[in-house]
Structures are given as structure tokens and as C-alpha cells.
């Protein structure tokens, strides 16, 4: 998704990143998706910011999932 090999990803390789992944979303909930991985707020998504929201993320499925079994 990096295409310029910065090692953080703007709104433009974030939007590209998901359509090559075929998750065809509107603009205005690409936007809230990337405010919600741009911890610090600067415009950018870098590796750490990245992981951190997939961590919390996924542990939230975990216990959703247990709650339900």
C-alpha cells in the first residue's frame, strides 16, 4: 500500500490500498476509517499507528466472539 516507500500511508494509498483489496467503500467512510488509524493526527498512518488500531480492533472481535459462545 506504501507506493512511495515512506513508511506511512496518506488518505491516497490508504483509499488505493483498500479498492486493490476490493473493499469498495464511499469516500466520507474512507475518511472516518483513516482518522481512526491516524492516531496523532498527522495526515499520515504510519507502521505502529497502523498495528495499534488492527490490535484493538481484532482484540474487540476476540471478546465479542467469546461473549457470544
Request: without cysteine; aromatic residues 10%; charged residues 30%.
Amino acid at each position: 500500500m506504501d507506493d512511495d516507500n515512506s513508511r506511512t500511508l496518506d488518505f491516497k494509498e490508504f483509499v488505493k490500498g483498500l479498492n486493490d483489496y476490493a473493499m469498495m467503500i464511499d469516500k466520507e467512510e474512507a475518511q472516518e476509517i483513516f482518522r481512526i488509524f491516524d492516531k496523532d493526527g498527522s495526515g499520515t498512518i504510519d507502521f505502529d499507528e497502523f498495528l495499534v488500531t488492527l490490535r484493538v480492533s481484532l482484540g474487540i472481535h476476540v471478546v465479542t466472539a467469546l461473549n457470544l459462545s
